[in-house]
């Protein structure tokens, strides 16, 4: 059952910001978009041991075999995470993604810790909470910290933090209202 929200809730402004202090732009080396230039940004080899296990990883039916293999990239992923199928996450900085214990992330979800722009490279840290559910077909950007608890509705687009047990969807995102502590989606 859905409580109604909390006024004192911080502004999508302030949530937004808050995930933008923690991005890190890096100019394009060159006169092309800055994806042209991705070998010198990471090694080849790493991004292609990582899109070995991630793209793999999307096909495996274990999700305890699933998590072993995201933390042979780096990517630090807590007990009992359930990926569903087709679940994507960065293949260049997965070492910049964290997440907490028995959350569940939906089919064909899309984790992302980096953005190629026209004249820069953005890079910045997922942090995701425990016990949070990741609708089908969301897509986490860069710099988001994703709170105990939360949950994120299918289809959304999530641009800003999501406080804790805090029910949030859309494309961008918007609160829609609060999950009770000890009420689990
Ligand atoms: C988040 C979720 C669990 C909420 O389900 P629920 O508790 O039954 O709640 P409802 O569907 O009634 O949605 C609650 C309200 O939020 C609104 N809402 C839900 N998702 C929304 C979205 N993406 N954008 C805007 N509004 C949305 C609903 O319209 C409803 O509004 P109302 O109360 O004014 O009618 C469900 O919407 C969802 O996204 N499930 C995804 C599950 C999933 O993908 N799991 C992984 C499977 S692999």
């Known amino acids: 059952m859905r409580k109604p929200l909390n006024r004192n809730m911080?502004?999508?402004?302030?949530?937004?910001?808050?995930?933008?202090?923690?991005?890190i732009s890096h100019p394009s080396p060159g006169p092309?978009?800055?994806?042209?230039?991705?070998?010198?940004?990471?090694?080849?080899?790493?991004?292609i041991c990582n899109f070995a296990i991630i793209?793999?990883?999307?096909?495996?039916p274990s999700v305890n075999l699933k998590n072993a293999l995201y933390r042979l990239t780096g990517m630090k992923v807590g007990k009992h995470c359930s990926f569903g199928l087709c679940a994507m996450v960065d293949i260049f900085y997965p070492q910049l993604i964290t997440i907490g214990e028995d959350c569940i992330f939906g089919y064909d979800s899309l984790i992302l810790a980096h953005g190629y722009l026209q004249r820069e490279l953005r890079v910045g840290p997922v942090v995701i909470g425990n016990?949070?559910?990741?609708?089908?077909?969301?897509?986490i950007l860069p710099g988001v910290v994703i709170g105990d608890?939360?949950?994120?509705?299918?289809?959304?687009?999530?641009?800003?933090?999501?406080?804790?047990?805090?029910l949030v969807g859309g494309v961008p995102i918007r609160v829609l209202?609060?999950?009770?502590?000890?009420?689990?989606?």
């Open 10 to 23: 911080d502004t999508d402004v302030q949530l937004e910001k808050r995930r933008q202090e923690r991005i």
């Open 32 to 47: 092309r978009n800055s994806l042209q230039y991705w070998t010198r940004f990471v090694h080849p080899l790493r991004v």
């Open 55 to 60: 793209y793999a990883n999307r096909f495996n």
């Open 131 to 139: 016990r949070v559910t990741i609708g089908t077909k969301c897509t």
């Open 149 to 166: 608890g939360a949950v994120v509705s299918a289809m959304s687009l999530v641009n800003k933090d999501v406080p804790p047990h805090t």
């Open 177 to 185: 209202g609060v999950v009770p502590e000890g009420e689990r989606r």
